[in-house]
């Protein structure tokens, strides 16, 4: 994209915005005149200032962006978020944000209904491990003294918030393309002491997804809750595209206790922006509390009764609204189509690295995530050409992002390579953007170009 071309479609977000707060500014036209007296000219120098600084930044916004998983918000979600920041509400209780708590409690309804939830009890908050610190703090009231498992690939969040919590965490080994393993988790259920087991589908690490299916059939058999982290791979239970193991995962997900998803990342939003689903809204009597001074103007229920935090942006709940309401959650719409495309872009990229001489593909990709060696005779050598491809790559405009792998994960896709290690340096590709699926040649030919230099 041109400089000249971003520079138009910003002036038509700046258009679309002043129309917005003119309608936002007729809702207050009854009110006496007041105008704040400010000095706009330091503001401009200041913020100029702030603009340059922030150039000294990754262009996320780009299909050359393939490293972490970073997302630039949809527009309709940017402007939302400004236009709502004139009245900057805080959704901690209805006085301070009328419209916007209401607007959040319907965001909320169509995540559930996105996953097949009837009237879940949930919120926004600032994103994944604030989300999973409330599944987690739910499960410990209602399952004292039992532990907390996860996979060994799940996010660290769940054993540093377990930790924060006084509860006892144990993870669980995962099979070679880094699933929960079944027998594994079986054996620790045996002793009878495991509260919570945490299954993630999508984890940030190889993007898999922990087979839901099998984990709810043990439940038959031993008692615990399934809380399932889908901060990342949440929104693909939309999607068309997905494997059969991965589509069957993502269909159990109405049985499980509680969900955490994370607007923030495939749903379009600004950080920060996460979510968490109690499919039992009766969850709610254990935030119960009493304070002596919060909002009292209103006798309806409000969302700070029903969170651990307590102000929260009304803004974030604003933009969220906006962009649902543009692209509805539905399978076959525009937003569904879209991800399907970043699955089809993570299987094209993982085709072109299968047939390069220059690297050794892992797991073949469950959701949009692609993990990748350099080849190399070792596992010390493979780690330094994977951060020499890393550092040469950017300097093409190619970011992409690097990984440690688990040797045991790494030999079990190459059996050749000597291990002198415990891990092994790899790549990492996040192709979040619907656009990387138009991208995927020029990618891999950086990629060759690279490797081969």
Not at 55 to 70: C, I, R, S, T, V
Not at 123 to 136: D, F, P, Q, R, V
Not at 386 to 407: G, I, Q, R, W
Request: hydrophobic share 40%.
């Amino acid at each position: 994209m041109h400089e000249k071309e971003l520079l138009m479609i910003n002036q038509n977000e700046l258009r679309i915005l002043q129309g917005a707060l003119e309608t936002l500014a007729d809702g207050f036209s009854d009110l006496p005149d007041f105008v704040p007296d400010y000095d706009w000219a330091p503001m401009a120098a200041v913020l100029q200032q702030a603009a340059k600084r922030m150039q000294d930044n990754y262009p996320y916004e780009h299909p050359l962006y393939a490293g972490q998983m970073l997302k630039p918000p949809h527009p309709v979600a940017r402007m939302a978020y400004a236009m709502s920041m004139w009245i900057n509400p805080n959704n901690h209780a209805l006085d301070g944000g009328r419209a916007s708590s209401a607007m959040e409690l319907e965001c909320i309804a169509a995540l559930g209904d996105m996953f097949g939830l009837q009237q879940p009890l949930g919120h926004l908050c600032g994103g994944g491990t604030m989300a999973n610190l409330e599944a987690l703090w739910v499960a410990g009231r209602l399952q004292p003294g039992k532990t907390i498992v996860a996979s060994s690939q799940a996010h660290y969040t769940h054993s540093r918030i377990s930790e924060v919590l006084g509860l006892n965490f144990t993870s669980t080994a995962v099979t070679p393309d880094g699933r929960m393993d079944v027998a594994a988790l079986e054996e620790q259920l045996e002793s009878g002491n495991i509260g919570t087991v945490v299954a993630t589908l999508g984890t940030t690490g190889m993007g898999a997804v922990d087979p839901l299916s099998e984990i709810l059939e043990l439940r038959q058999k031993y008692d615990f809750r399934v809380h399932v982290d889908t901060a990342y791979g949440g929104y693909f239970h939309i999607a068309s595209k997905l494997g059969a193991d991965a589509r069957q995962a993502f269909d159990r997900i109405p049985e499980v206790d509680s969900i955490v998803i994370d607007p923030h990342k495939h749903g379009l939003q600004p950080y920060g922006c996460g979510c968490i689903l109690f499919r039992d809204p009766g969850v709610g009597v254990l935030y119960k509390h009493d304070s002596p001074y919060t909002y009292f103007s209103s006798a309806e229920l409000h969302l700070g009764e029903i969170t651990l935090e307590c102000s929260r942006a009304g803004a974030s709940a604003v933009a969220l609204w906006a962009t649902q309401k543009l692209l509805p959650m539905i399978p076959g719409g525009e937003f569904a189509q879209a991800l399907d495309k970043s699955l089809l872009a993570a299987r094209a990229l993982y085709r072109f690295l299968d047939r390069s001489d220059n690297y050794r593909v892992l797991m073949e990709p469950q959701l949009d995530i692609v993990v990748y060696a350099v080849n190399a005779k070792d596992a010390v050598a493979a780690s330094e050409k994977a951060s020499k491809v890393f550092e040469e790559a950017a300097k093409k405009d190619l970011h992409l992002a690097l990984v440690n792998m688990p040797s045991a994960i790494v030999s079990h896709y190459w059996p050749e390579l000597e291990i002198n290690q415990e891990s092994v340096a790899c790549l990492r590709s996040c192709l979040l953007k619907p656009e990387h699926l138009e991208w995927i040649d020029e990618i891999g030919a950086i990629l060759d170009e690279v490797a081969a230099g």
